[in-house]
């Protein structure tokens, strides 16, 4: 059984930082490619990052770029989100992605970042 499992969201101050995590299983984890996107109030879902399974990062959606860092770990079967100099813009579900070449891809449920003072 698939499984992608998010963590590490919750409320965070303008600023600060907070560094999500996705839990794979159920699938050969090293051999996709795996994405963050999120999802505002009201907004479209919207890709914030991809990283491919050898580790190559594609360009970051442009309202994040140079704050936050995408990275992986295949042994550990996870992929991360870290995210600095947070803005009340950010706040959004945050939902993982895994896909390799035209297959369906898989999703987590997503997890809430809130930022606000």
């Known amino acids: 059984q698939v499984q992608l499992v998010e963590s590490g969201g919750g409320l965070v101050q303008p600023g600060g930082s907070l560094r999500l995590s996705c839990a794979a299983s159920?699938?050969?984890?090293?051999?996709?490619?795996m994405s963050w996107y999120r999802q505002a109030p009201g907004k479209e879902r919207e890709l914030v990052a991809t990283?491919?399974?050898?580790?190559?990062?594609?360009p970051y959606a442009d309202s994040v770029k140079g704050r936050f860092t995408i990275s992986r770990d295949n042994g550990k079967n996870t992929v991360y989100l870290q995210m600095n100099s947070l803005k009340p813009e950010d706040t959004a579900m945050y939902y993982c992605?895994?896909?390799?070449?035209?297959?369906?891809?898989?999703w987590g449920k997503g997890i809430l970042v809130t930022v606000s003072s």
């Open positions: 992605n895994a896909k390799r070449g035209w297959g369906t891809p898989y």
């Open positions: 990283i491919t399974s050898v580790g190559g990062v594609f």
């Open positions: 159920g699938f050969t984890f090293s051999t996709y490619a």
